[in-house]
Each structure stands twice: as structure tokens, then as C-alpha cells.
């Protein structure tokens, strides 16, 4: 094993947090994950294993500290009352399994917690309309004096339960514009004229008295710290100016500082948008107004960034979330000095997806992530080999990369074929693109941890058929050949194609991305993806000199992408181009000089005048290759199996084509299922009926 570079010794340094301390610098902060109360294993194991991987300290998700304020439908943690304790015991044991400190986030959400499930009456430090992702049609009261004691009692029972289930540090969640924390700090969610309100001292009080009485409640035994925005927007906001005032006059209150962006949005700004260490004018100097030590985030996966965050007197512990979970083992890889082992999270924020829909969270780069329990898989050990010795992969795009190399690394003999002249298939192309160079990352690592594999053959430009896969002697194939793009408007509102003249050009993004396409002129694109490409590829045609008008059925531009927090963003920067936005219209036909418009909701007809049209809509799978191979007799060429995974069976976004891969490449030579599911799940604890009394 590498020994570790002494220039990084200082990230490997132990740091003392309160009455406990932390065996380096490196802090997950607290984040989402899509399982919550719902998947509690599993997100234990996930946990667990970002403790194997090295790092110091480890946080949980949000966690509900009673059930007057919730968020549903996000999925969070609960401690509202003593039977949440063993999942969360169960969390604080896996976190602490090599070492590392386990924190838990204990948040009350106020005014951000329309209580959908409890039906509680929510609580805020001023009332009025629920702030949260969905304009939830519900109010909260402004709490009273009494409110603000049984807020406080509950805070201390939290941190009781907190304690018995094994945590070292609590967070009190005031960060993002949720938690009750900034609710009173800031002078837009605090507008009281009590002894809680006005001043900056006055709307610091909650904050002191909580902390002080879980010190009290934990003894001193468990570490205490705050996480708070750097910065909140708006003439009323708790802005960058304000925070600094408050840590200079409380700067010893919490055992800890974590501060982070204002916004959610803000603080996890994609790739596209946000540079790592983006957060670092806010954060610079607040060291110097606290003895107590700082954690702060910036999407960091640069070892040298992170160094030099502590150098430069910036911070003392390096925040990740992201990063975290792209790699659970970025702490050991740095100190063992395997870099280009590490999987640099690319910011495309597919993470944060989970936590917004609902589902379980997964990621482009660690294609474990949320599956170590649910499946078995694991980051960095690979599953033994099974009983085959020889499997063809097909097509060097996400899927086939990612498959080739955890078969590669499972010990099988691998042949990896790729028709083009380049590997990485859509990732090749969609790196070029305004903003997205951080998804290259997909393919380097893959290209990289493929390239010393001694069992793992990789052959460019070799366009197979079916005759020439019959005849290669393999055991199981997989074909990932990838999708194209449509040049028709048939996807989510045109299930046909519509009256389209031939005289007018139609491109598609795999145009666009090939160099072909307008140069210049008015162009519209009609984008009924949602995600990010329809807008990307306004952005490609403003800079080729094109004047865009951008159409889309959705009622605001890139719909989808609110899930990974960047719609806003995209759709500032289409008007900051001067791109023309018609949102809820779509594309009923295309003249040899314009495009003939539809409202969506009054029916009304319209005509842009186009030169050319780009349709961002849906893409076909290309499985040819699979269906003739299926027509042939490959079983009597002694082939065991032949799969069609990624775009080529059913295309997607990227994080689904590696996710294909890697459960093609686990499932092979994996015993015959039949109906039971492919994962492990929990189901909800049955208890007697007992009417309840009121």
C-alpha cells in the first residue's frame, strides 16, 4: 500500500469537536438519500460504508424531531418518539464501525413543514403560507411563548433519544431557509415584536437557550453544532453580514460552526453552473471571529483544494455531501495516495432527484450507492466471479464502461468492442457542451480503472454484426449500442408525428453535438425532454449566432430539472441569452417558413417564423444488433445469455445507463430469480388494533 504524501498529512489531522474528536478533517455533512424513515437499513449500510472509506465524521439526513412539523411528501428521518430509537441506533453503530464520529441533523421545519401525514397544525416563528418545493395550499400559526417552551421540550427529548441510540454530535438544522433555527435568526421568516424578535440578539435567543439545554439534557457528553446559511437573499435576509455578526457575538455557542450556501439550490449548484469551492468569498475570514472550528462545503474532490481550504485559514474541516456519496472512499484514497482510483462526483445532481421524487437516490458515478444493503453491492469490493470465464460487451458508452469494468473487476475475461473511434459513447459527445465538461468523469474513471485490467480487452472501431458475435466463442453478451435522438416531435404530448414540411431543416441534439446543424438565423427548439439537453442546445445555437425562440408544452422551461435544483438557474440563463420563451405551447405543425403553435390550455394557434427547428423530444433505442442476434441461433453458437441494457433498452438519463451496467455485470452468472424481487426491501411494522382514546 502507498504510503500517503505528506502534503496531505494535514487533512489526516485529528480535530477535537466539543467533548469528542475526530480522527481527521474530512466531515460528511448531513444529506438526503430518498430512504429516510421508509428504508432505514439501507441507509445505514450506505452510512457504513462512508465509514469503511475513512471518513472522520459522519452525519445523518434531516431528522424530524416531532410530529407538528414534517415535510411530507419527502421522505426524512423521524424522532418523534422512543420507537424511532433502534433504526437510528442501528445508523449510529454503522457509522461508527471504523472509527468515525456519528452525528445525527435534528431539524424543526416551521414554516417549511406543511404536515401533509400528521395533519398537526404547523408551527411557525411567524405564521403564514407554508414555504416549501410544492405551494402547499396550508398556513402555519404563529407560535406563542408556551409554543416556544414545548418546541424547546422537544429539542430535549430529541437530544435524549439522540443520545441513547448511540450519536456523538447533534446538528441543529438552520440552513437552506429551512429550520426553525434561521426562521428566528432571519428578519424575513422572523418578524415577531417580543423578546424573540427584532434585534439581532433577540432572534438569537432561541438558538441560545436550545443550545444550552441540550448541553444540559447530554451532560456535555454529546458535541453540539450549528448549521447555518452563509448567506440569505433578500432586504430582510439573514445576509452574509449578519452571520458574521452573530458568530462574533456568539462565537463559542456551538461546538461548532457548519456553514453552508443560502439556498438548497445555492448551496448544491450543479457542475453546470457552480464551480467547486464556489462558496469560499462567504466563508473566508469567519474563522477569525470563533475559537470553535469550521466546516464548510464546495462540491470539493481536489485533494489539493482541500488542503489548501486549511492552509489558507478557511476552514478546519472539509464538508461533502456530494462528494461522499460519489465516493465513500475519498478519505482512503487520498491517504493512501490511489487518486486516480477516486470517482469525482460530476454535480449533475441526480443524487438530489431521489430526495424529490421520492425514490431511493442513487448516482452517476458510485452505482452502489443505496444498494449496499437493498442488493449486497459494495463501492469497492466486487462480488466473487462466477462459474462463466468469457463475456462480450458491446458498445463503450456508459453502460458497456461501466459493465466492462465490474466484470473486469469480478475476474471474468472481458472483451469490450466499440464501433467509434472513442470511448464513452454519449458522455463523449455531451462533455463537449456548455457547462457539462464534469460529466467526462464517467467515462475517465471507467477508461481508467479499465486500462491496467489484464483480463479486459478494449477494441475501437470494430462495428460487430451478428455473424461475428456467433463466431467469438463468448459465454454471455451484453449489448449496450446506445439511442438516438428523434428529429419528429413524437415524445410525452405527441404520441405521432405531426404535418412537418420538407422544406424546412430538422435537426436533433445528436446534430448539434456532431457539428451539423444552424449556424446562424431564428431557430426554434421545441423541447418535450424537460431535462437539461433542450436548453443546452439553446445555448450551443446562441453562440453559433443563432436568434432561438425556445418552445415547450411544460409551464416553465426544463421542468423536470427542478429535481436537481437547477431549473432556476437554466431558466435564467436562457433569458440572460435573450432566448424567446413560450412555455405551455407546443408544435402542431411545420411550415416551410415557421412553426404552427398550440396553447396548451386555451388551444390558440400562433406562427413562429423559423429558419430551422431542433426537436429535443425522445430517443429510439438501437437494438438492432440485439434483435439479430436474438434471430440467430446463439445458443448453439454456446452462448449462455444475451442482455440488452442502457439507452439501448430503454434510454435515459446517464446515472440509469450505469446503473444497467452494473447490475448487469453483478447478475451474471447470478441464479435464475423467477418471480422473487431482485432486492431487499422493509415493510412497516404491523401493530394490534387498539382504538386510541382521545
Known amino acids: 500500500m502507498p504510503s500517503r504524501d505528506p502534503r496531505y498529512d494535514i487533512l489526516f489531522e485529528p480535530m477535537k469537536i466539543g467533548p469528542k474528536t475526530a480522527k481527521n478533517r474530512f466531515y460528511q455533512v448531513p444529506h438526503c438519500n430518498g430512504g429516510g424513515y421508509r428504508d432505514p437499513s439501507a441507509v445505514a449500510e450506505m452510512r457504513r460504508t462512508k465509514a469503511e472509506g475513512g471518513w472522520g465524521v459522519i452525519f445523518t439526513e434531516q431528522t424530524e424531531i416531532h410530529q407538528s412539523s414534517e415535510i411530507t411528501p419527502f421522505i426524512e428521518q423521524h424522532l418523534w418518539d422512543d420507537r424511532d430509537i433502534p433504526a437510528l441506533a442501528r445508523m449510529a453503530e454503522a457509522m461508527k464501525s471504523h472509527g468515525a464520529l456519528a452525528g445525527i441533523q435534528l431539524a424543526y421545519s416551521g414554516i417549511n413543514g406543511p404536515n401533509l401525514y400528521s395533519r398537526e397544525v404547523p408551527l411557525a416563528v411567524t405564521g403564514g403560507p407554508i414555504l416549501t418545493f410544492t405551494s402547499d395550499p396550508v398556513q402555519a400559526r404563529t407560535i406563542d411563548r408556551q409554543d416556544i417552551r414545548d418546541i424547546r421540550r422537544w429539542f430535549r427529548n430529541a437530544a435524549r433519544r439522540s443520545q441513547a441510540a448511540g450519536f456523538d454530535l447533534m446538528c441543529l438544522y438552520g440552513a437552506h431557509g429551512f429550520g426553525i433555527f434561521q426562521h428566528f435568526l432571519s428578519r424575513a421568516t422572523n418578524q415577531r415584536t417580543d423578546e424573540y424578535g427584532g434585534s439581532l440578539e433577540n432572534r438569537g435567543r432561541f438558538v441560545r437557550e436550545v443550545v444550552e439545554e441540550l448541553r444540559e439534557e447530554t451532560k456535555g457528553e454529546m458535541a453540539i453544532t450549528l448549521r447555518l ?203 463537449a457542451l456548455p457547462g457539462l465538461s464534469a460529466w467526462g468523469r464517467v467515462a475517465d474513471y471507467r477508461m481508467g480503472q479499465i486500462a491496467p485490467m489484464p483480463n479486459l480487452d478494449v477494441y475501437l472501431d470494430s462495428r460487430l454484426m451478428a455473424e461475428d458475435i456467433l463466431t467469438m466463442d463468448m459465454q454471455h453478451v451484453a449489448i449496450a449500442t446506445g439511442a438516438h435522438w428523434r428529429r419528429d416531435a413524437v415524445a410525452r404530448l405527441h404520441l405521432a408525428p405531426i404535418p412537418t414540411d420538407a ?61 436537481t435544483l437547477e431549473q432556476g438557474a437554466i431558466q435564467r440563463r436562457l433569458i440572460e441569452l435573450g432566448v424567446r420563451l413560450h412555455v405551455s405551447k407546443a408544435p402542431e405543425a411545420i411550415g416551410p417558413d415557421g412553426v404552427s403553435l398550440g396553447c396548451l390550455w386555451t388551444g390558440h394557434s400562433s406562427t413562429l417564423a423559423a429558419e430551422a427547428v431542433v426537436m429535443v423530444t425522445s430517443r429510439i433505442p438501437q437494438d438492432g444488433l440485439y434483435q439479430a442476434v436474438m434471430a440467430a441461433d446463439w445458443q448453439g453458437a454456446g452462448i449462455a445469455s444475451v442482455k440488452l441494457i442502457g439507452d439501448a433498452a430503454a434510454p435515459g438519463p446517464i446515472a440509469w445507463a450505469t446503473y444497467a451496467g452494473r447490475r448487469y455485470a453483478e447478475e451474471v452468472d447470478a441464479p435464475e430469480r423467477g418471480d422473487a424481487l431482485p432486492f431487499r426491501r422493509e415493510i412497516a411494522e404491523l401493530l394490534p388494533y387498539a382504538p386510541l382514546t382521545p
Open 229 to 431: 446559511s452563509l448567506h440569505e437573499a433578500g432586504a430582510l435576509g439573514f445576509s452574509n453580514a449578519e452571520v458574521r455578526d452573530f458568530i462574533q457575538m456568539h462565537g463559542d455557542l456551538p461546538d461548532l460552526w457548519d456553514l453552508a450556501q443560502g439556498t438548497w439550490e445555492a448551496c448544491s449548484g450543479t457542475s453546470r453552473f457552480t464551480p467547486e469551492g464556489a462558496q469560499e468569498d462567504l466563508v473566508r475570514g469567519i474563522k477569525a471571529l470563533t475559537s470553535r472550528p469550521v466546516v464548510g462545503v464546495g462540491r470539493f474532490t481536489s485533494a489539493d483544494a482541500m488542503v489548501r481550504q486549511i492552509r489558507s485559514g478557511i476552514l478546519d474541516f472539509i464538508g461533502a455531501a456530494r462528494p461522499s456519496i460519489a465516493d465513500p472512499f475519498l478519505p482512503k484514497k487520498i491517504e493512501e495516495g490511489r487518486f486516480d482510483d477516486i470517482r469525482e462526483c460530476i454535480g449533475c445532481n441526480i443524487c438530489v432527484s431521489g430526495d424529490m421524487t421520492g425514490a431511493i437516490s442513487r448516482c452517476t458515478q458510485n452505482t452502489a450507492f443505496m444498494e449496499e444493503w437493498r442488493k449486497g453491492w459494495h463501492p469497492e469490493r466486487p462480488r466473487p466471479k462466477g462459474a462463466s470465464d468469457r463475456v462480450l460487451v458491446v458498445g463503450a458508452g456508459p453502460a458497456g464502461l461501466e459493465a466492462a469494468m465490474q466484470l473486469g473487476r469480478r475476474g471474468y475475461s472481458v472483451t469490450l468492442a466499440e464501433a467509434s473511434t472513442v470511448l464513452g459513447g454519449r458522455v463523449a459527445r455531451e462533455r
Open 503 to 563: 422544406a424546412m431543416p430538422v435537426f436533433c441534439p445528436d446534430d448539434v453535438m456532431a457539428g451539423q446543424g444552424p449556424t446562424g438565423g431564428r431557430v426554434v427548439v421545441y423541447d418535450d425532454d424537460h431535462f437539461y439537453m433542450g436548453s443546452v442546445m439553446a445555448e450551443v445555437l446562441v453562440a453559433r449566432g443563432c436568434s432561438v425562440d425556445f418552445v415547450t408544452p411544460a409551464p416553465v422551461v426544463a421542468e423536470w430539472a427542478k429535481n
